[in-house]
């Protein structure tokens, strides 16, 4: 009782980290009840716990003996799975090693137990009050669009991809990718921008030659495509649009995506190529429940540029839709959503 | 229990060292002021009492002032009337003796008595001459009224009885033998 009326006077503070590849970001928000007093950004050159950084966030939680310290999860060994049964989660990950959590009472998360160690060792100094997955966050981020009907949900960080596909708040399917970062000299380099020239030019690879062209086998395939009419019929043109999420497109079309840039280009491929891995590998995957994906909301933490959205439209006929997203203050809303 | 986060938050504690040392400090200056509050208190209430007993010793001093005042004005009134009797009784001594040494050696008294305003005697004289020379003439000198009758005794003296009286100006002792 003493403890909440102390917690209604004192400020409250929220410290926020963020690791990237190679910065820490730190943002801190200082509230009084729901109102927002000040909040503080800044980017530190290394990922590990520097005197600087100390120095910053003691600056603001000497304030208040209510500060919470909140890290985003970096485990390469993190994941989420669709159930909360322990003896069904053995058939998807072997969780011995890891510490894991159920989420809703219908899907887990999981990250490795060694690692979260490392991490509250690495901020012994400041000490660690929450450990958030990205799993958690990009739920929470789409928290209006994972109670509908299924969709691939991304969320894309420089370091790492996490994917999921939820249906009607129910966990499918989900994954953690680390990107590995190609250099320009890497020996793969040259066969990737073959492969992202013969993308940029379709009628090179698509077109026919017609030399090689056995007309029979050309009539045989054709008749594959008996259904034409049916497909342009009018039904099924409605049917596709009421799968088109057109507020979120609207949402959308506010944050403009910026034209791909050169260096931009071969990590968005590399993205894409990753993403495309991950949903394929949900569909050849038995024990996932597999259902026809139509819809992808990306939470873009890095500033995506317009070829990933256009590589997953056409490669993959799929409806983009691109959010960004602040990393740090989706983690200060996960901290106070958790303090409630 | 968390919702989302792998770790539980710290547990926090609204104090400070810097409250701490506030609380402390106020702690201490509340403690010292209660205590102080509370000798005040029982000393006032202890005040309280020993006024009262005072109130009640002075009331009971002042009865016993009064009381002392009423002895001493007994044993004054008394010393008065000691100092009364004794000079009434030296007043009779001498008057006693003066009596005496009034009666000549040829007359004997039987019997005298002292009034308040008055000498009444009786005795035998030989003659009554003797009588009117020797102790009529000293009594009319003091007594202003003085009356005698003589009768005879067997042996041929006179019994007498003088009764001498003085006025009431002259008062004299007021007590009787």
């Known amino acids: 009782m003493l403890s909440k009326i102390f917690e209604a006077l004192y400020v409250k503070i929220f410290v926020n980290i963020v690791i990237e590849k190679t910065k820490t970001l730190v943002y801190i928000e200082m509230r009084s009840k729901k109102e927002l007093l000040n909040h503080a950004y800044m980017d530190f050159p290394t990922t590990h716990l520097s005197d600087a950084m100390i120095e910053f966030i003691l600056r603001y939680t000497q304030e208040s003996p209510y500060y919470y310290i909140a890290l985003l999860d970096t485990s390469k060994e993190q994941g989420a799975i669709p159930t909360c049964t322990k003896s069904k989660l053995l058939t998807y990950y072997d969780i011995s090693e890891s510490e894991y959590k159920c989420f809703n009472n219908t899907w887990s998360l999981y990250t490795s137990k060694s690692d979260l160690y490392q991490l509250e060792k690495t901020y012994n100094a400041i000490g660690l009050d929450f450990i958030f997955s990205p799993f958690t966050l990009l739920y929470h981020f789409f928290k209006d669009k994972v109670s509908e009907n299924i969709a691939l949900f991304v969320l894309v960080q420089e370091e790492s991809i996490s994917l999921t596909v939820f249906q009607y708040s129910q966990l499918l399917y989900a994954k953690y990718i680390v990107v590995e970062h190609m250099s320009v000299e890497a020996s793969g380099n040259d066969a990737n921008l073959e492969e992202l020239e013969e993308l940029e030019d379709p009628s090179f690879d698509d077109s026919i030659d017609l030399e090689d062209m056995d007309v029979d086998d050309q009539i045989e395939s054709l008749e594959d495509f008996g259904d034409i009419e049916d497909l342009d019929s009018i039904e099924d043109i409605e049917q596709f649009s009421e799968n088109k999420d057109i507020e979120e497109e609207l949402f959308e079309s506010e944050d403009e995506l910026r034209d791909g840039e050169d260096e931009t280009f071969q990590a968005d491929y590399q993205k894409f190529t990753l993403i495309e891995k991950g949903v394929s590998n949900f569909y050849s995957d038995d024990r996932y429940e597999s259902e026809f994906i139509e819809n992808i909301y990306i939470a873009d933490a890095t500033g995506v540029s317009g070829d990933l959205k256009k590589y997953l439209e056409e490669e993959m006929f799929l409806n983009v839709y691109i959010r960004k997203i602040d990393l740090c203050v989706e983690l200060c809303e996960l901290s106070k959503e958790e303090l409630n | ?177």
């Open chain 2, 1 to 177: 229990m968390t919702r989302y986060s792998y770790k539980k938050p710290r547990t926090k504690s609204p104090f400070t060292p810097e409250l701490q040392l506030i609380v402390s400090f106020f702690g201490v200056t509340i403690l010292m002021l209660s205590l102080t509050y509370l000798f005040l208190v029982y000393k006032d209430k202890q005040f309280i009492n020993e006024k009262n007993a005072m109130v009640k010793e002075k009331l009971f001093l002042a009865h016993e002032t009064a009381n002392i005042d009423k002895k001493i004005a007994y044993i004054q009134k008394q010393k008065l009337t000691a100092e009364k009797v004794l000079t009434q009784n030296m007043v009779l001594k001498d008057s006693i003796a003066n009596l005496f040494d009034l009666v000549p050696e040829r007359i004997t008294l039987s019997k005298a008595k002292l009034l308040k305003n008055g000498l009444v005697l009786q005795g035998i004289t030989p003659t009554k001459d003797v009588y009117n020379f020797m102790l009529q003439a000293p009594l009319r000198s003091i007594f202003q009224k003085t009356y005698s009758s003589f009768y005879p005794a067997s042996n041929g003296w006179l019994y007498f009885v003088s009764k001498n009286y003085m006025d009431e100006e002259n008062e004299g002792l007021d007590s009787e033998n």
